[in-house]
Nanobody, 127 residues
Framework: QVQMVESGGGLVQAGGSLRLACTAAGLTFDAVNMGWFRQVPGKERAGVAC????????YYAYSVKDRFTISRDNAKHTLYLQMNSLKPDDTAMYYCAAGVACGGPSNIRGPPDRNYWGQGTQVTVSS
């Protein structure tokens, strides 16, 4: 059974930083593309960043490029998202996912199977 658990969200002032973590179990972590997504009420979930399996290419949404960094520790089955220079527009529920389509900044797409998504962690950036 696949389990994905995010942590690290919270309330931060604009310009601050947060580091999200996502620990996965029940899958071959080092053999799948991983990604981060975010969603605000009333809008579709959007890809934020992804990393190909084996520590390959990484891609970022244009809105977060040069501020966010995705990384993974395959030994710990953990995916990270370091978020710097946070803006109020970054406020959202953040989700990690496994088995992501990771082909470019505009091609970060999550898996259709809900089992490969975490439950989300809220990030709130105050102005």
């Amino acid at each position: 059974q696949v389990q994905m658990v995010e942590s690290g969200g919270g309330l931060v002032q604009a310009g601050g930083s947060l580091r999200l973590a996502c620990t996965a179990a029940g899958l071959t972590f080092d053999a799948v593309n991983m990604g981060w997504f975010r969603q605000v009420p009333g809008k579709e979930r959007a890809g934020v960043a992804c990393m190909q399996w084996g520590g390959g290419s990484t891609y970022y949404a244009y809105s977060v490029k040069d501020r966010f960094t995705i990384s993974r520790d395959n030994a710990k089955h953990t995916l990270y998202l370091q978020m710097n220079s946070l803006k109020p527009d970054d406020t959202a529920m953040y989700y990690c996912a496994a088995g992501v389509a990771c082909g470019g900044p505009s091609n970060i797409r999550g898996p259709p199977d809900r089992n490969y998504w975490g439950q989300g962690t809220q990030v709130t950036v105050s102005s």
